[in-house]
């Protein structure tokens, strides 16, 4: 079964900092770009990073403005798991984390997006509250 599930998620206050893990299951994440998204009470599903299919010399991540210097996302592609480490966070970050694999197949070393539709496969989401 092919399946992402995430975990890590909870409370932290302002400034704090949290480390949400995305663990592959049914599939090899070596062939995939994949991503972060989040979506707040009210607000549509936002991109946060993405990163590509390697995790060599050749990797690229990309960040939403917003948390750019503050979060960072990485892979393992040996333990068919990904990662986003969120520092600084601030109560605008508050939201539910869900982790996603690009749709394509073995896509070029330098690709990765923030689009939502680009990606097929989706984890359950994992809640972040950032508050006093």
């Known amino acids: 079964q092919v399946q992402l599930v995430e975990s890590g998620g909870g409370l932290v206050q302002p400034g704090g900092s949290l480390k949400l893990s995305c663990a592959a299951s049914?599939?090899?994440?070596?062939?995939?770009?994949v991503a972060w998204f989040r979506q707040a009470p009210g607000k549509e599903r936002e991109g946060v990073s993405c990163i590509t299919r390697t995790n060599d010399a050749n990797f690229y991540a990309g960040y939403k403005h917003s948390v750019k210097g503050r979060f960072t996302i990485s892979r393992d592609n040996a333990k068919n798991a990904f990662y986003l480490e969120m520092s600084g966070l601030k109560p605008e970050d508050t939201a539910v984390y869900y982790c996603?694999?690009?749709?394509?197949?073995?896509?070029?070393?330098?690709?990765?997006?923030?689009?939502?539709?680009?990606?097929?496969?989706w984890g359950q989401g994992i809640q972040v509250t950032v508050s006093s």
């Open positions: 996603a694999r690009n749709r394509v197949f073995y896509g070029t070393a330098k690709y990765c997006t923030l689009d939502g539709s680009a990606h097929d496969v």
């Open positions: 049914g599939f090899k994440l070596d062939y995939f770009a």
